[in-house]
Every structure is written in structure tokens, then in C-alpha cells.
């Protein structure tokens, strides 16, 4: 899976701006003012990421960490930037603080393990993810086991990663990613009626279906011998996302299908 697809799915920084004031007192309330004010500082700083503008993002962090120097969010998101620049041994510094500041904390044990997963640490990831999702505070255990699962396939190790899978699947039957994910475990493995019946409960669930998904469908078909079901999934691959990769992939003649019908 590519990085812009885990990073598709999983919460890379959750982090949410603190309600009430912040001040500058050096009242007997100065202290959680101060953690207060780091804790909104990390929130421009994540909303500055995400606008791309670095510099700012940056201030805001190192502010945050000034504020508040055992804020586990504020290093979290520090290893975000990192990683957003290429500076992958700082990233690694900043998420080990992190975790060395809140060891316990499901989002940042996530976020690491995500890091972990995309630089070639698929294996040392796989701890991680479990952590989170066996944490009974974390929301969403589904996407996690789903990302260990992932990350298994990348070792590779397949039956681990269809472990994770349906175990992402008992607590969420519906959850799309995993049920993208099965498909494609069931397809390179030659299962083409389980990957069938995977595509077709993910498009059941899904609000808007997408390009992979839509190319897993023209090969499941196409090797079920299903002509006109392949077919039908270029047809509506080439309509719905014409200048994808998954597209100009199809081969011709579902190129052509797809544009006469």
C-alpha cells in the first residue's frame, strides 16, 4: 500500500484546540494556563501543516514545547513535520519523545507506528498498531488492526495480515478499508468468489466507490470469466476517474468498452 493511502485512512494527528481562555497571569493558575496555551499552539501548528506552510507550523510546536515541555501532542505533531520535510531520524526523535511523554497514549502510539510502517519498519509497526487498538480509550480499533494488517502484507506475511483484517472486520463488519483490503488478499491468492463478494460488500457500504476498488472488480470479473461484469466496472472506472492510474491501466478493450457505452 502506498503512503498516501495508509495516510488516507488512519488519524494522523487528532488533536483538538482546549475551550476556555488562555492567560498570562502569574496567578497559582499560571501552570495550567501555560498547558493550555501549549495545547492550542499544537492546533495552529497541525492546521498550519495542513495549509502547507512549514515555517509557521514549526514556531507554533517549538512554542507548544516551551509552554508545556512534557506535551506528548506537541511532539507527536513535531514528528509529523518532520516527516512531511524528509527528516525521517528527527521524525523518529520527535515521536520517541512522544511516546517517552505519554506512553499509553493510543493516537500517538498510532501515529508512530504509521511512520514506522511507510519507512520500511513494517515489522516494529505491527507493535505499535496493536497497542492502539487494544486500547479501550482509542475509537476507532477497526482502522488500526486494519493498518497492522497492512503493514503485515509488506513483510510480507499474508496470513497475519488477513488475521488483522477480520479482526478488523469482527468489531466492524462494514468498515470499508478492511473490506478493500480482503479483496485484495483474496485476489492475489486466486479466491476471485471471496474477492468478489469482498468488492460487493464494499460497495454496498461505501458512499462513493474508488478507482482500486473499481480495477479489483475488472480483474475479479475478468478472471470469474465474467466479460460483461468487467466490463461494467471499466465502464464506470473510466467515467468516474478518467485520468487515474488505475484507468490507464485497464487494457484496451475495457478502454473501449468503457468509452462506447
Known sequence: MSKSRIAGFL????????????TTSTSPGEKVSLKQA??????????????????????KLQSAIQQDPDNADAYSALGLLYDSIGDIDRADEAYRKALNKAPQDPQ???NYAVFLCQHGKPEKSEKYFLQAAKNPLYPTPEAA??????????????????????RALDI????????????????????????????????????????????????????????RGAAEYAKKLLKLYPTSREAQQLDQSYNHAGRSG
Request: hydrophobic letters at 45%.
Open 38 to 59: 501549549s495545547q492550542y499552539n499544537v492546533a495552529l501548528g497541525v492546521a498550519y501543516l495542513r495549509q502547507g506552510n512549514r515555517d509557521l507550523a514549526m514556531h
Open 11 to 22: 488519524a494522523m494527528a487528532a488533536l483538538f484546540i482546549l475551550a476556555g481562555c488562555v
Open 145 to 166: 488492526y486494519t493498518n497492522a494488517g497492512v503493514c503485515a502484507n509488506r513483510i510480507p506475511d499474508p496470513a497475519a495480515a488477513e488475521q488483522y483484517f477480520r
Open 172 to 227: 466492524n463488519p462494514n468498515f470499508p478499508e478492511a473490506l478493500y483490503q480482503m479483496a485484495r488478499l483474496s485476489y492475489g491468492r486466486r479466491h476471485y468468489l471471496e474477492a468478489r463478494a469482498f468488492i460487493e460488500r464494499f460497495n454496498s457500504v461505501s458512499p462513493q466507490s474508488r478507482a482500486a476498488i473499481l480495477l479489483l472488480g475488472v480483474r475479479t470479473e475478468q478472471a470469474l470469466g465474467n466479460t
Open 108 to 110: 500517538i502510539q498510532n
